[in-house]
């Protein structure tokens, strides 16, 4: 059983409702509720976001209602926190359509074969990570997880950033290092679980062949802000990345312990 948190930002100025309608039927028809649960948490909704969510509670097991926008990794936060002993984590986002049944099973399947991965996700069409890139950051490595005759052979694609569109995190992984974090309100809360992951013995890869394709068509002034926001705060990003490969900073985080 896998707990799958999603968070969901719908503005009148982002116009992604649309994306989440499609997002969740997209859900429906692909993952199994009878072995996996559902849960949003949702830090900006119209109307309309509303009536979305309504309409699919009966593959919505939970749904936390922010009162402001907490950013991407304290959304999921209350999500994480959720969660049964030896269960799973998948952070989806709220635009993308994914077209494999059984997507899921499989991610957990590749845990369960291999418990050394620390988070494994699904591979968008636009990444440029591939075995062949010149640029070792992007460089990735195909392999062939631990087989046991009479069952299929599962390739995987060994990668040390796991860009976070669709995301599963072992719950050993979480066990040693808790919730998201990130910086700001968006951004890199991928990236830094996915050195936490390494810093903690555990490697990260995709599956790359689960079709999938993200939606997002967010207007030019949503994007310039993403993008500014991100740049502002990528100094601040560097340095916890390094603090916590020094051993200067923890990799565990729990914004839930009371200071």
């Given at each position: 059983m896998?707990?799958?948190a999603m968070a969901v930002y719908s503005t009148e100025t982002n116009?992604?409702?649309?994306?989440?309608?499609?997002?969740?039927?997209?859900?429906?028809?692909t993952v199994d509720f009878g072995k996996h649960r559902l849960m949003l948490s949702v830090n900006g909704a119209t109307e309309v976001?509303?009536?979305?969510?309504?309409?699919?509670?009966?593959?919505?097991?939970?749904?936390?209602?922010?009162?402001?926008?907490l950013g991407t990794a304290e959304?999921?936060?209350?999500?994480?926190?959720?969660?049964?002993?030896?269960?799973?984590?998948?952070?989806?986002?709220?635009d993308l359509v994914i077209h494999n049944v059984g997507w899921a099973d499989?991610?957990?399947?590749?845990?369960?074969?291999?418990?050394?991965?620390?988070?494994?996700?699904?591979?968008?069409?636009?990444?440029?990570?591939?075995?062949?890139?010149?640029?070792?950051?992007?460089?990735?490595?195909?392999?062939?997880?631990?087989?046991t005759p009479g069952h299929k052979w599962i390739i995987i694609e060994e990668s040390y950033d796991i860009i976070g569109t669709c995301t599963m995190f072992n719950h050993l992984?979480?066990?040693?290092?808790?919730?998201?974090?990130?910086p700001g309100k968006y951004g890199?809360?991928?990236?830094?679980m996915c050195h936490r992951s390494k810093i903690s013995g555990f490697y990260n890869c995709f599956i790359p062949q689960i079709d999938l394709d993200h939606i997002d068509p967010s207007a030019p002034s949503y994007q310039e802000w993403k993008q500014k926001h991100s740049g502002d705060l990528f100094p601040e990003y560097y340095k916890l990345v390094h603090a916590m490969i020094s051993g200067e900073?923890?990799?565990?985080?729990?914004?839930f312990i009371e200071k």
């Open positions: 896998s707990l799958i116009k992604k409702d649309e994306c989440l309608a499609k997002t969740l039927k997209s859900l429906d028809s976001t509303k009536r979305i969510i309504h309409n699919n509670r009966d593959i919505i097991s939970k749904v936390f209602w922010n009162d402001e926008n959304a999921i936060n209350k999500i994480i926190r959720e969660r049964k002993p030896n269960e799973h984590v998948i952070k989806k986002d709220d499989l991610m957990e399947e590749c845990i369960s074969i291999d418990s050394k991965i620390g988070v494994i996700g699904l591979k968008r069409k636009d990444l440029i990570q591939c075995p062949w890139h010149e640029d070792p950051t992007f460089r990735t490595k195909l392999t062939l997880l631990p087989h992984l979480l066990d040693k290092v808790g919730y998201s974090f990130q890199f809360e991928d990236n830094l900073k923890s990799v565990y985080y729990n914004p």
